[in-house]
């Protein structure tokens, strides 16, 4: 009897500690899967040097493409239409990538999983903020935001930027203006005023822009 008791003993034990390691190793799987996910960064494929020359023209107007990454087009739960899109007021935050002037049709430069279809031709990021007006997102013609835009040029944040204010419209290859309010680096004490164009839509469903601004001071 006592040997029957120790047998069943010793073999609880062993499931006790089979089940034991078995938890342990799942355990250790799952922080090694969550630590071997990686996080998305920006790609850039210049310097802020390079990029600023690359949309500098002789005269000093700064010309360039952005393609949005609607991915990360985030919106607040209200103010929203009856379809769950933003309606007036409502405010948003989104990025996406900077590219020399020309490089983009209006369909492209970003692919729908959110990265950049030419990611050798980055030149930095866009971040734009700001509210809904007009009829949200429903605005067929005229101004559907009003927006801040920061253009950060190069793979450091902040070392040089240059930001834009202004209304954007939802018309096509229709330019709308924007006023200069300033940057970092070079642009720490740019003034002007420039042209924002929709051409299109990427992939991601974000809007392709194309620009060309006047800057003043620097």
Do not use: K
């Not at 954007?168 to 203006?177: C, F, G, Q, T």
Request: glycine content about 14%; overall charge negative.
């Amino acid at each position: 009897m006592v040997a029957m008791f120790t047998r069943n003993t010793l073999v609880l034990l062993a499931l006790i500690a089979m089940i034991a390691l078995g938890a342990l190793a799942s355990g250790l799987a799952a922080v090694t899967g969550a630590a071997a996910t990686p996080v998305a960064t920006p790609i850039v494929a210049m310097s802020a040097d390079e990029a600023i020359a690359a949309i500098t023209a002789d005269d000093g107007t700064l010309r360039f493409d952005v393609s949005e990454d609607a991915t990360r087009f985030v919106f607040a739960p209200q103010p929203v239409h009856d379809d769950g899109m933003p309606a007036y007021g409502n405010g948003f935050v989104t990025q996406g990538f900077i590219y020399p002037e020309g490089t983009l049709d209006g369909t492209n430069g970003v692919l729908a999983d959110g990265s950049p279809e030419f990611p050798d031709q980055v030149l930095g990021e866009w971040t734009c903020r700001g509210w809904f007006v007009g009829d949200g997102a429903h605005t067929t013609t005229g101004a559907w935001v009003i927006t801040t835009q920061q253009y950060n040029f190069g793979g450091e944040v902040g070392d040089a930027t240059l930001i834009t204010e202004g209304y954007e419209i939802a018309d096509l290859n229709v330019p709308s203006e924007r006023a200069i309010s300033g940057g970092t680096g070079p642009y720490v004490a740019a003034t002007g005023a420039g042209e924002q164009t929709l051409l299109g839509f990427n992939a991601s469903e974000g809007v392709v822009l194309r620009f060309e601004l006047t800057v003043q001071g620097g």
